[in-house]
T-cell receptor, first 113, second 112 residues
Framework: AQSVTQLDSHVSVSEGTPVLLRCNYSSSYSPSLFWYVQHPNKGLQLLLK??????LVKGINGFEAEFKKSETSFHLTKPSAHMSDAAEYFCVVTATYGQNFVFGPGTRLSVLP | EAGVTQSPTHLIKTRGQQATLRCSPISGHTSVYWYQQALGLGLQFLLWYDEGEERNRGNFPPRFSGRQFPNYSSELNVNALELEDSALYLC???????????FGSGTRLTVV
């Protein structure tokens, strides 16, 4: 079985400062991991995905995440936050293709001017 | 390229009624997934359809059902609506051999 823990329900940063959103997972198999972003009243947009290739994954809008098997982590980072990054971020794990995605509870990112 | 489209965007129903939600996947995507995003409960997997067949089902009662049509579009039906069915229902599609889930903007279902 798979599970996802997002360690912070809310993260607040100032514009121009780094962003770190933490995600730990549990999986019986080699997992595939994803980060999605949801802006208010919008659907989910894929930021990046890890599917057993390079452990450092680069996504859209300057985000990246590093898969660390020893720590069972897949933290999302961005060097410099922008006001438009304010949204809800979901870490997602799945074990095999076609199996349902297991979503974390989400982290709400606030960006202060 | 058109994204995943869902209709209607908002739906208000009375307890006990039936709701029908529709999803059109990205052209070329054969798999359609349905998720429920209820307040305080996060995103919960509902159903997965591929090539017209139901492939997997989440932990929801049988009154949640659906189907996938030959053109890969999909319909989610919720019978005997309950107040706690009020949620954002998200549809996603993916190609046959890739994890590339693309989500629609969702249907906001309100049960009164």
């Amino acid at each position: 079985a798979q599970s996802v823990t997002q360690l912070d329900s809310h993260v607040s940063v100032s514009e121009g400062t780094p962003v770190l959103l933490r995600c730990n997972y549990s999986s019986s198999y080699s997992p595939s991991l994803f980060w999605y972003v949801q802006h208010p009243n919008k659907g989910l947009q894929l930021l990046l995905k890890y599917t057993s290739a390079a452990t450092l994954v680069k996504g859209i809008n300057g985000f990246e995440a590093e898969f660390k098997k020893s720590e069972t982590s897949f933290h999302l980072t961005k060097p410099s936050a922008h006001m438009s990054d304010a949204a809800e971020y979901f870490c997602v794990v799945t074990a095999t293709y076609g199996q349902n995605f297991v979503f974390g509870p989400g982290t709400r990112l606030s960006v202060l001017p | 390229e058109a994204g995943v489209t869902q209709s209607p965007t908002h739906l208000i129903k009375t307890r006990g009624q039936q709701a029908t939600l529709r999803c059109s996947p990205i052209s070329g995507h054969t798999s359609v997934y349905w998720y429920q995003q209820a307040l305080g409960l996060g995103l919960q997997f509902l159903l997965w359809y591929d090539e017209g067949e139901e492939r997997n089902r989440g932990n929801f009662p049988p009154r949640f059902s659906g189907r996938q049509f030959p053109n890969y579009s999909s319909e989610l039906n919720v019978n005997a609506l309950e107040l706690e069915d009020s949620a954002l229902y998200l549809c996603a599609s993916s190609p046959a051999t890739d994890y590339g889930y693309t989500f629609g903007s969702g249907t906001r279902l309100t049960v009164v």
